[in-house]
């Protein structure tokens, strides 16, 4: 039954009922202690956040009393960290607090023109999101903006620890349903989390130890092999925000990437990193980087859509010349992935502690951070509009996003703390160049038809 036919029968949807035998403290699990590890080391401090501008009547109450619901019904975001004798993360604890109302901090800057109050809105949310520390407060926390009566900005933080990616967007949906029911509107069609505990899968889920040595062993070995430092430039300087390009790839060509990579034996996301590879091989002149990415292992069936963290970086080694072509990058893109996917259970920077590395988490450069999302990301609050706004870190490398567009089709954003611009421009003209997005003569891109990859 569709969201306009619950609403008009007067049914609506049913709301996940609270997690029965639910333990009150546990261990870390893996991945809560990596991310705890890796914490000082990560431009974002290893924390989830949506920060969004709400254009239109917004029922504030109703907001208020969502994410009151929302953090109520799930204990995990209302836990904090307990470090071990010493301050180890080895031994640390998580433990679950009560829960209080009133979640949200609501703070009035309606008292001066609405482009000075949202200019101090973005301000005091890059200084709080600046502040932030999993160890002192990695609870779910939200501040409520007011800019004018029909502008809000919304910002909400919670620790990776507790809430990656893909829980993330289990949270949005279950804050977008019950802001729809507080505000007496159509109940939407969002995927709802599981109501079990995560505590209670970290203690029923033990790793075992057999695993855990066959990945450390990946991770040395890893980090054994000498990598080419290459030509990528380090100039950041501080102060100076990061060099950003973006581009559309349209949802023919998109279409066509889905269609042809099972013949290939690889998948999109594997092709267009092969892309990546190829560019910076072209571009740059480096032939071994580390790639960098982040994967959620839920294939067991009850993590599928547990709210918690499962998430794990992904550290792989590329190797390409700048002559070779898709054909022959691909597979072996694919095949790395695999290995690299297979010793994921215990996450580099947790590896190097146990290795007695000298430092945690120390990149290799030049380093490659590599993101794809085929979900939205955020809170859909029914009747408002929204626009999200990014928290500037300034610290990657190098970092290629890609999100869908509403067409059907992908934007990619191209983000450097420290190449030049020229560098970047090269970058991206390299990769439309693959895309079939440019042309020689200079002139705006055509729709390729379907062929050749």
């Given amino acids: 039954m569709s969201t306009t036919q619950r609403a008009a029968s007067g049914e609506t949807a049913k709301e996940p009922e609270a997690a029965l035998d639910v333990p009150t403290t546990a261990p870390l699990s893996l991945t809560q202690r990596s991310s705890l590890l890796m914490a000082p080391h990560s431009p974002s401090r290893e924390f989830m956040s949506w920060v969004y501008q709400l254009n239109g009547k917004l029922d504030v109450s109703a907001l208020a009393r969502s994410v009151d619901d929302v953090v109520a019904a ?48 973005v301000v005091s949310v890059e200084a709080e999101y600046r502040d932030l520390s999993p160890w002192e407060e990695p609870r779910l926390q939200a501040t409520l903006y007011v800019v004018a009566p029909k502008t809000h900005v919304l910002s909400i933080f919670v620790a990776e620890a507790l809430c990656d990616g893909e829980s993330g967007t289990f949270v949005a949906a279950e804050l977008s349903r019950a802001y729809a029911r507080h505000a007496g509107k159509a109940v939407p069609d969002l995927p709802l989390p599981s109501a079990g505990s995560y505590l209670r899968w970290v203690l029923d889920n033990p790793v075992p130890e057999a695993l855990q040595r066959r990945a450390v062993e990946h991770w040395r070995a890893l980090r054994s092999e000498p990598i080419a430092a290459g030509a990528w430039p380090m100039t950041l300087r501080p102060g100076v925000r990061p ?71 992904v550290r792989m080694v590329a190797q390409v010349v700048a002559t070779e072509g898709l054909e022959a990058i691909s597979p072996r893109v694919l095949r790395s992935l695999r290995e690299a996917l297979a010793a994921s259970v215990v996450p580099v920077p947790l590896a190097e502690a146990r290795l007695q590395a000298p430092a945690l988490f120390v990149p290799l450069e030049p380093t490659v ?85």
Wanted: aromatic share 8%; with cysteine; charged share 25%.
């Fill in 243 to 313: 060099g950003a390009r973006f581009f559309n790839v349209p949802a023919g060509h998109w279409r066509h990437l889905v269609e042809v990579t099972p013949g290939m034996a690889a998948m999109p996301f594997v092709v267009v990193l092969s892309w990546l590879e190829m560019a910076l091989a072209r571009v740059v002149g480096a032939e071994r980087f580390v790639v960098t990415s982040a994967v959620s292992n839920r294939s067991r069936p009850g993590a599928k859509d547990l709210i918690g963290n499962f998430v794990g970086p």
């Fill in 369 to 453: 951070s590599f993101f794809m999302f085929d979900e939205r990301e955020g809170p859909d609050f029914a009747g408002v509009r929204q626009r999200r706004f990014r928290v500037h870190t300034g610290r990657d490398v190098l970092r290629v996003n890609c999100t869908p567009d509403d067409a059907g089709g992908r934007n990619f954003f191209v983000i450097s703390g420290s190449a030049p611009p020229e560098l970047m421009d090269a970058l991206v003209a390299e990769l439309q160049g693959f895309l079939g997005l440019a042309t020689s003569d200079g002139r705006a891109p055509q729709e390729r038809q379907p062929g050749r990859v």
């Fill in 74 to 121: 799930h204990d995990l975001l209302r836990v904090r960290f307990e470090p071990g004798p010493d301050g180890d993360v080895e031994t640390a604890t998580q433990h679950v607090t009560p829960f209080r109302p009133g979640v949200v901090r609501i703070v009035r800057l309606d008292d001066r023109p609405k482009l000075e109050a949202l200019a101090a809105a």
